[in-house]
C-alpha cells in the first residue's frame, strides 16, 4: 500500500462542506483510493473509493486529479453526526492499512 | 441484510486465559480479515482467510495467536495465554469472492468488533 499523508484533525460547523484532502505520492498504477469513516467503538465504514477523476455517492464525493498523487475527500453539508476519525488508503492489496485519519469535529 | 456481526462485543480475561473472538461474515462474503486496533492506533492487520484457508498471516503474532475459518460456522480468531498487551480492539471484516468493483480493489466491510480487556 502506498504511504498517505493526511491532516490530523479538522474543525466545521454544521451544514458546511468538509474536504480532507490527502497526499500519496507513491501510489502505484494499480491502486485504489479508499476512504474509510469510523466513530468511537465502531468498525470503520466504508464511504467510497475511486481510481481517477471523480466519484460520487449519496454520502460523499472523492475528487482525484490527473497525477493521482493526492486525493480529496468532500462532505456535503455535514451535521453533528459527521464527527468522527476519517480515513485513506491507497492501494489494492487487502492488507488495509489504517494511519492515524482525520478527526473531523463538527459543532453546532 | 446483516452486516458483518462479532461477539462478543467485549470481552474480558485474566492473564494465561484463553479468547475466542467471532466473526460471521455478511451473506455472500467468502473473504474474512482480521485487524487489531491498540489504544490510540490505526488498524492494523492481522490475518486473511478464506473458507478453510489460511491466505495471508502475515500480520499475526508468532505465539499465541491463531485464526480459522471453517467450511461451515463463523471466523474465529484464538488468543492463548493472553496477557495485557493484548487488551485491544479486534476487528473482522469480510469482502465478496471478486471485488467491489470491477478490476478494482475489494470492499472490506467491518464488523463493530470485539473489545478485549486482559486483567
Known amino acids: 500500500l502506498a504511504k498517505t499523508t493526511q491532516p490530523i484533525s479538522m474543525d466545521s460547523y454544521e451544514g458546511q462542506e468538509v474536504n480532507i484532502t490527502c497526499s500519496h505520492n507513491?501510489?502505484?498504477?494499480?491502486?485504489?483510493i479508499t476512504w474509510y469513516q469510523q466513530f468511537p467503538s465502531q468498525g470503520p465504514r466504508f464511504i467510497i473509493q475511486?481510481?481517477?477523476t471523480k466519484v460520487t455517492n449519496e454520502v460523499a464525493s472523492l475528487f482525484i486529479p490527473a497525477d493521482r498523487k493526492s486525493s480529496t475527500l468532500s462532505l456535503p453539508r455535514v451535521s453533528l453526526s459527521d464527527t468522527a476519525v476519517y480515513y485513506c488508503?491507497?492501494?489494492?492489496?487487502?492488507?488495509?492499512?489504517f494511519g492515524a485519519g482525520t478527526t473531523v469535529t463538527v459543532r453546532a | 441484510n446483516a452486516g458483518v456481526m462479532q461477539n462478543p462485543r467485549h470481552l474480558v480475561r485474566r492473564r494465561g486465559q484463553e479468547a475466542r473472538l467471532r466473526c460471521s461474515p455478511m451473506?455472500?462474503?467468502?473473504?474474512v480479515y482480521w485487524y487489531r486496533q491498540l489504544p490510540e492506533e490505526g488498524l492494523k492487520f492481522m490475518v486473511y482467510?478464506?473458507?478453510?484457508?489460511?491466505?495471508?498471516e502475515s500480520g499475526m503474532p508468532k505465539e499465541r495467536f491463531s485464526a480459522e475459518f471453517p467450511k461451515e460456522g463463523p471466523s474465529i480468531l484464538r488468543i492463548q495465554q493472553v496477557v495485557r498487551g493484548d487488551s485491544a480492539a479486534y476487528f473482522c471484516?469480510?469482502?465478496?469472492?471478486?471485488?467491489?468493483?470491477?478490476?478494482?480493489?475489494?470492499?472490506?466491510?467491518f464488523g463493530p468488533g470485539t473489545r478485549l480487556t486482559v486483567l
Open positions: 475511486g481510481y481517477k
Open positions: 507513491n501510489i502505484a498504477t494499480n491502486d485504489y
Open positions: 451473506k455472500g462474503h467468502s473473504h
Open positions: 471484516a469480510s469482502s465478496p469472492p471478486q471485488g467491489g468493483l470491477a478490476g478494482g480493489s475489494d470492499t472490506q466491510y
Open positions: 488508503l491507497a492501494g489494492i492489496n487487502y492488507k488495509l492499512s
Open positions: 482467510l478464506q473458507k478453510e484457508n489460511i491466505i495471508d
